[in-house]
Nanobody, 123 residues
Framework: QVQLVESGGGLVQAGGSLRLSCAAS????????MGWYRQAPGKERELVAA???????NYADSVKGRFTISRDNAKNTLYLQMISLKPEDTAVYYC?????????????????WGQGTQVTVSS
């Protein structure tokens, strides 16, 4: 099992910055990739940014150039640095971990979620 706990959300003004953190615990060695998702009221949960175990990153077009995903493997912590925040960034942000367990040649995949942290950007 992998447990994820987000922190760092809050209320900021448009143009401001915020850094989200996600602390991972449990079977972290089994994680293949981690990411940040967000969900606004009435909308589907969407991928914001992702990072693989090899360090490759991917961003939603709406946040490219403004958000940066990073990780500290020693601390088992994922970060999302957000700058130039816009009101449309307002959402609950969720940390995600995808991984797999190996048993011989058989693989069991899993996906873990944090509880979410609210980010509100005022005009």
């Amino acid at each position: 099992q992998v447990q994820l706990v987000e922190s760092g959300g809050g209320l900021v003004q448009a143009g401001g910055s915020l850094r989200l953190s996600c602390a991972a615990s449990g079977d972290t060695i089994c994680i293949s990739a981690m990411g940040w998702y967000r969900q606004a009221p009435g909308k589907e949960r969407e991928l914001v940014a992702a990072i693989t175990s090899g360090g490759s990153t991917n961003y939603a077009d709406s946040v490219k150039g403004r958000f940066t995903i990073s990780r500290d493997n020693a601390k088992n912590t994922l970060y999302l640095q957000m700058i130039s925040l816009k009101p449309e960034d307002t959402a609950v942000y969720y940390c995600n971990a995808d991984g797999r367990y190996y048993s011989g040649t058989y693989v069991t995949n899993f996906r873990s979620w944090g509880q979410g942290t609210q980010v509100t950007v005022s005009s």
